[in-house]
């Protein structure tokens, strides 16, 4: 698998680290209720087919946002994160 | 029919005529009492102790391709009992004793075989860490030995003993850990639970889950709406997609487990060997061939096939642990998709749906927990109550706090 980083392009996929979902980009405000907090740190909608979710590329250092299909690992967009909130 | 010596004897001299597949076809029924979406091990497993244990027959399992061909038909069929944390260890240690009497309950040979598994240390933190398991394995009542280095050579000659990154030190040994022939487990549970008057419904997929009130209803399928008061959502890999259908989101990523299988070979690996730092464990199956694993791809998939990163790690690891295998040719490679939960630890627990209940998140170790899974859904199904030795596997400890970490690595999506 190969994923695109918005700063140089198509590299392999040995490259990112993994995150998680794109729930990350969501963070509640600090006085959120406690069950907006469990939400966003751990229920997922863990979608199979299109997902967005948030990878770092590690020689650039750009965090990502990768859509892709998590059935087919077809990877087709990756956008900084400042441009996917 | 019971299997015993006589029919193969009484079969074999009658030509094989006499043999009859194990389970019914059954049409699913408007009406049960009960429904078990999911016919792998583990929703099979339920089914058969609600029979067995419960006296729960008018039941149905429903598995949207035919039976055993998820995860229970995609693992490394290791089975052992060494958790550390109370809430796993009393868990996993009833699950072994009914691996134990398993073969005899269900008149079915799932090929247990207790040929020990042994969690290789590598350094003296690992070692304080290997001994306090080991108590903690003693003080639940099962067994653990700490092997020393030489101790180990004698058991395993054939390790790399000075790899200058990961130098063996020693092991611990859990005598009664091994493995099982995966899909005669599903297979065992099948026959057993028909026998009791499950249907056990193929080619069957729920597409939705009807709730009144706050209130499971019955489920609508490819073969038409079926009602019940209760419903079980045992589809680890799906769990999602399925929990979805009733508005539930759930603490669960999937992720993807890469396995592999040589060719066959004579006799080589007696023991079920875990590497831990390397991310490898191996086993020779009764066919001959190696079989082992490795780590989590790390990303959220569901393709059931993972890639060649996950491949290279895996091998690598294996050949600084034993590199006698690496002129053994690989035959096959597959993935299981893993239910993770943040902390690594599985659940079993009503939702906030009444008569909807979950069984799920099994990370990557469903397959020895597939008897004590049935075991403990079936009691909660069944009383409303959950088991003693499953209490902690609760849906809401994630946002209560009361964590089941193992691996002591944190609570959240990517460490485990």
């Not at chain 1, 190969?2 to 140089?8: D, E």
């Not at chain 1, 250092?61 to 690992?73: E, F, L, N, Q």
């Not at chain 2, 039941?59 to 039976?67: D, F, H, Q, T």
Request: proline share 5%; hydrophobic share 35%.
């Amino acid at each position: 698998m190969r994923l695109i980083c918005p700063c140089c392009g198509w590299r392999d996929r040995r490259e990112f680290t993994y995150m998680g979902a794109d729930d990350y980009l969501h963070r509640p405000v600090p006085d959120a209720p406690p069950e907006a907090w469990d939400e966003y740190l751990h229920n997922r909608t863990n979608p199979a087919g299109a997902a967005r979710d948030l990878w770092y590329h590690d020689p650039c250092g750009t965090w990502v946002c990768i859509t892709r299909d998590t059935i087919t690992h077809a990877v087709t967009d990756g956008t900084r994160l400042e441009d996917a909130q | 029919m019971r299997f015993n010596a006589w029919q193969i004897l009484k079969q074999g001299l009658s030509g094989n005529r006499g043999w009859h597949p194990h389970w019914r076809k059954p049409d699913p029924k408007p009406d049960y009492d009960a429904i078990i979406i999911g016919g792998g091990g583990h929703g099979l497993a339920t089914a058969y102790y609600l029979a067995k244990n419960h006296g729960l027959t008018n039941i149905a399992v429903l598995e949207k391709g035919y039976l055993g061909g998820g995860n229970i038909g995609r693992n490394t069929t290791i089975v052992r009992a060494n958790y550390f944390l109370p809430g796993n260890s009393e868990f996993y240690s009833h699950s072994l004793k009914l691996w134990e009497g398993l073969e005899a309950d269900l008149n079915y040979n799932v090929m247990h075989s207790q040929r020990g598994l042994i969690n290789l240390f590598h350094s003296d933190g690992q070692r304080d860490a290997f001994a306090r398991r080991g108590n903690a394995m003693l003080a639940q009542g099962d067994d653990a030995i700490l092997l020393g280095r030489e101790d180990v050579r004698k058991i395993l000659p054939y390790l790399d003993y000075d790899q200058a990154r990961f130098p063996i030190y020693g092991g611990l040994y859990h005598k009664r850990g091994g493995t099982a022939r995966h899909d005669a487990v599903a297979w065992g549970y099948a026959r057993g639970a028909d026998q009791r008057g499950v249907d056990l419904i193929e080619n069957c997929e729920v597409t939705g889950i009807s709730v009144d009130q706050g209130r499971v209803t019955g489920v609508t399928t490819t073969r038409g709406q079926i009602r019940a008061r209760k419903v079980a959502i045992v589809v680890a890999g799906r769990s999602s997609q399925v929990a979805a259908m009733a508005g539930l989101r759930l603490p669960i990523e999937s992720h993807i487990l890469q396995a592999f299988v040589t060719e066959g070979l004579k006799p080589v690996i007696d023991h079920v060997i875990s590497f831990g730092m390397g991310h490898f464990y191996i086993s020779q199956s009764d066919k001959g061939g190696l079989v082992f694993g490795g780590d989590l791809d790390f990303y959220a998939s569901y393709a059931a096939r993972g890639n060649l990163p996950g491949v290279e790690q895996v091998m690598e690891a294996g050949m600084a642990l034993m590199p006698m295998i690496g002129r053994a040719k690989l035959l096959r490679s597959w993935g299981g998709i893993m239910d993770m939960t943040p902390d690594g630890s599985p659940i079993i627990d009503r939702t906030p749906i009444d008569g909807l209940y979950l069984d799920a998140g099994w990370c990557y170790g469903g397959f020895k927990a597939v008897p004590a899974s049935g075991w403990c859904m079936a009691h909660l199904m069944a009383t409303d109550e959950p088991h003693p030795v499953a209490r902690r596997f609760r849906l809401d400890r994630f946002a209560t706090g009361d964590l089941l970490d193992e691996e002591g690595t944190g609570s959240q999506h990517n460490l485990h």
